[in-house]
T-cell receptor, first 110, second 114 residues
Framework: QKEVEQNSGPLSVPEGAIASLNCTYS??????FFWYRQYSGKSPELIMF????GDKEDGRFTAQLNKASQYVSLLIRDSQPSDSATYLC??????????FGAGTILRVKS | DGGITQSPKYLFRKEGQNVTLSCEQN?????MYWYRQDPGQGLRLIYY???????QKGDIAEGYSVSREKKESFPLTVTSAQKNPTAFYLC?????????????FGPGTRLTVL
């Protein structure tokens, strides 16, 4: 069983700070990696995807991938209270199946 | 508007009953998926379908059944054999031809066993 591990949190950061969310995965052959945001009682929505080593930036969000270390992270700059949610890391398996981590709860305090 | 719809939003089931959760998409996606989410946990794959008239078991298929007779529809039946069905059920679809294979999620159905 391929695994995706995340720290469950909660991760608490003050408004305006950088939030750093981390994820490790077990399948060295994985190629595509996704970060979803999920508000309480709602369905997940895609924040970022990445498939090349290095950094990928989109607005306040930066995804970082290190395939050698089997590690993917999400940085949120200038964190806002509206960023408070659960962040799910997902890894694409062969056959277009996503394997999800349990999620990290982020709380941004104003 | 293109999207994925799930119904009902809330569903209550008595023990021993079968219930069917609806999932419809108008995104013209080939692939569709059913996930289950329990409190404090990630999503676990129940069944998936890459094309009409074909579907595969996911990691937790026992006690569930699906059909894929139309491209737009992928209903999930929770049978009485599923011993602990209370959970949040999410349907997703994916354009297999898309470069990064994003899965789009419906709003979910919350199932409670009475």
């Amino acid at each position: 069983q391929k695994e995706v591990e995340q720290n469950s949190g909660p991760l608490s950061v003050p408004e305006g700070a950088i939030a750093s969310l981390n994820c490790t995965y077990s399948d060295r052959g994985s190629q595509s990696f996704f970060w979803y945001r999920q508000y309480s009682g709602k369905s997940p929505e895609l924040i970022m995807f990445i498939y090349s080593n290095g950094d990928k930036e989109d607005g306040r969000f930066t995804a970082q991938l290190n395939k050698a270390s089997q590690y993917v992270s999400l940085l949120i700059r200038d964190s806002q209270p509206s960023d408070s949610a659960t962040y799910l890391c997902a890894v694409m398996e062969y056959g277009n199946k996503l394997v999800f981590g349990a999620g990290t709860i982020l709380r941004v305090k104003s | 508007d293109g999207g994925i719809t799930q119904s009902p939003k809330y569903l209550f089931r008595k023990e021993g009953q079968n219930v069917t959760l609806s999932c419809e998409q108008n995104l013209n996606h080939d692939a569709m998926y059913w996930y289950r989410q329990d409190p404090g946990q990630g999503l676990r794959l129940i069944y998936y379908s890459q094309i009409v008239n074909d579907f595969q078991k996911g990691d937790i298929a026992e006690g569930y059944s699906v059909s894929r007779e139309k491209k737009e529809s992928f209903p999930l039946t929770v049978t009485s054999a599923q011993k602990n069905p209370t959970a949040f059920y999410l349907c997703a679809s994916q354009d297999r031809g898309h470069s990064y294979n994003e899965q789009f999620f419906g709003p979910g159905t919350r199932l409670t066993v009475l």
